[in-house]
T-cell receptor, first 115, second 112 residues
Framework: GESVGLHLPTLSVQEGDNSIINCAYSNSASDYFIWYKQESGKGPQFIIDIRSNMDKRQGQRVTVLLNKTVKHLSLQIAATQPGDSAVYFCAENTGENTGFQKLVFGTGTRLLVSP | NAGVTQTPKFQVLKTGQSMTLQCAQDMNHEYMSWYRQDPGMGLRLIHYSVGAGITDQGEVPNGYNVSRSTTEDFPLRLLSAAPSQTSVYFC???????????FGPGTRLTVT
């Protein structure tokens, strides 16, 4: 079946380093991808999204890269800060657009940033 | 804007009890949804709505009902709680399909 997964369940980095969180997706028809950040005890927070007609999109300190050839998505966080410590989820829109954005979520990667 | 709000934050139920999880948003979003989050699993869609008066089932709808009488509110009803419904429940809203959803803070439900 369709699935969205993450290669690394936990990523530990030093403050100031760049972080890269990876995600693999299995549905080649997926046309929209989102990265969420979830801090302990809180709901997921939208970080950045990208559509399948793009390879790269940049936000503030974050960049999302999409490689449709190998069905791979990554989130790059520049100059990682302790406040970036959280669980990061990728999600894909599988294309079942019956007027609603149905997303399939990955299980998450925990990012730990040490000072 | 308060964004997406959920009540209660925590709830303990006995098997067979019923209750309603409340969700409200003040962003005038047409699209709202309910997810559950279980350890080691991604968020799973329970029910969703594309506008007032319109709801549909998601991936795991059994045991839950929803209604959407207004744009702002989207309550989730547990008809007869079961231990398998122990989870964290998140409500989300978005302005349109294809746009990132905004999530509420969640309700942690325990069914004993």
């Amino acid at each position: 079946g369709e699935s969205v997964g993450l290669h690394l369940p936990t990523l530990s980095v030093q403050e100031g380093d760049n972080s890269i969180i990876n995600c693999a997706y299995s549905n080649s028809a997926s046309d929209y991808f989102i990265w969420y950040k979830q801090e302990s005890g809180k709901g997921p927070q939208f970080i950045i999204d990208i559509r399948s007609n793009m390879d790269k999109r940049q936000g503030q300190r974050v960049t999302v890269l999409l490689n449709k050839t190998v069905k791979h998505l990554s989130l790059q966080i520049a100059a990682t800060q302790p406040g970036d410590s959280a669980v990061y989820f990728c999600a894909e829109n599988t294309g079942e657009n019956t007027g609603f954005q149905k997303l399939v979520f990955g299980t998450g990667t925990r990012l730990l940033v040490s000072p | 804007n308060a964004g997406v709000t959920q009540t209660p934050k925590f709830q303990v139920l006995k098997t067979g009890q019923s209750m309603t999880l409340q969700c409200a948003q003040d962003m005038n979003h047409e699209y709202m949804s309910w997810y559950r989050q279980d350890p080691g699993m991604g968020l799973r869609l329970i029910h969703y709505s594309v506008g007032a008066g319109i709801t549909d089932q998601g991936e795991v709808p059994n045991g839950y009902n929803v209604s959407r009488s207004t744009t702002e509110d989207f309550p989730l009803r547990l008809l007869s709680a079961a231990p398998s419904q122990t989870s964290v429940y998140f409500c989300a809203s978005s302005l349109a399909p294809g746009v990132g959803q905004y999530f509420g803070p969640g309700t942690r439900l325990t069914v004993t």
